[in-house]
């Protein structure tokens, strides 16, 4: 549900996440929320009470988008799992959360605009806050569409190898170890001998020392609890 469809439309076209939805394995919907407006000038935003700057999303429009999308649903014999309100003071994304949303079925997620929506959509309609991180951005889309990719790519058959995202960064509290391809040479560095061998124990020993190493470094924060 987005007051600017056309920004996430876009990136819904193409490679993973358009590969899915080609398949089956995914169904992505776009909701203009002016769609639901009821005056002549589709007016989604007003002023916010007691001043201030900004403009705040009317809660008529975003109201009636969550309530027909319910009645969809409920007609098609199932239900919306979360209704997912992007905002910055929301908790905030992280695998272990992108892994939980992986096991729902239907989900809708609810970007904001301007200054926010109307607290009487958070506190009726909204059941989970997600923010991407402790920064503003000009509206909700672009972390609607974070949350679609986190999201998706866990889904079975969505990457092509299976085992992919199991090796993530952040799947078990570890940063991911360096990677290489061919060519085993170029401009003078090389790939480590390890990885070359063909000793799968040595390979996997090596790894999980990289990415411990690199978790020291950059993250030592999430060995708290490995």
Not at 31 to 45: E, L, P, V
């Amino acid at each position: 549900m987005t007051a600017l469809p056309e920004i996430v439309r876009g990136p819904l076209q193409h490679s993973i996440l358009r590969r899915a939805a080609q398949k089956g394995l995914i169904d992505i919907q776009v909701h203009d929320i002016r769609d639901y407006a009821t005056d002549k000038h589709r007016q989604i935003d007003d002023y916010p009470y007691g001043g201030g700057a900004g403009m705040v999303l009317k809660p008529e429009p975003i109201f009636a988008c969550i309530e027909a999308l319910q009645q969809q649903a409920a007609e098609a014999g199932q239900a919306i799992d979360d209704v997912i309100f992007l905002t910055p003071d929301g908790e905030v994304l992280h695998q272990k959360l992108a892994n939980e949303l992986s096991l729902k079925k239907h989900l809708v997620l609810l970007a904001g605009h301007y200054k926010g929506v109307d607290q009487r959509v958070r506190d009726a309609l909204v059941t989970r806050e997600i923010s991407i991180g402790d920064y503003v951005l000009s509206g909700g889309e672009l972390p609607a569409l974070v949350l679609v990719d986190a999201v998706a790519r866990l889904l079975p058959g969505v990457l092509g190898d299976a085992t992919s995202a199991l090796s993530d960064s952040f799947q078990d509290d570890l940063l991911d170890a360096p990677v290489y391809t061919r060519p085993a040479a170029f401009r003078g560095a090389g790939v480590p001998d390890v990885l070359r061998s063909g000793d799968h124990r040595r390979i996997a020993a090596w790894r999980e020392e990289q990415r411990l190493a690199k978790t020291r470094e950059r993250r030592p924060d999430l060995l708290d609890d490995h």
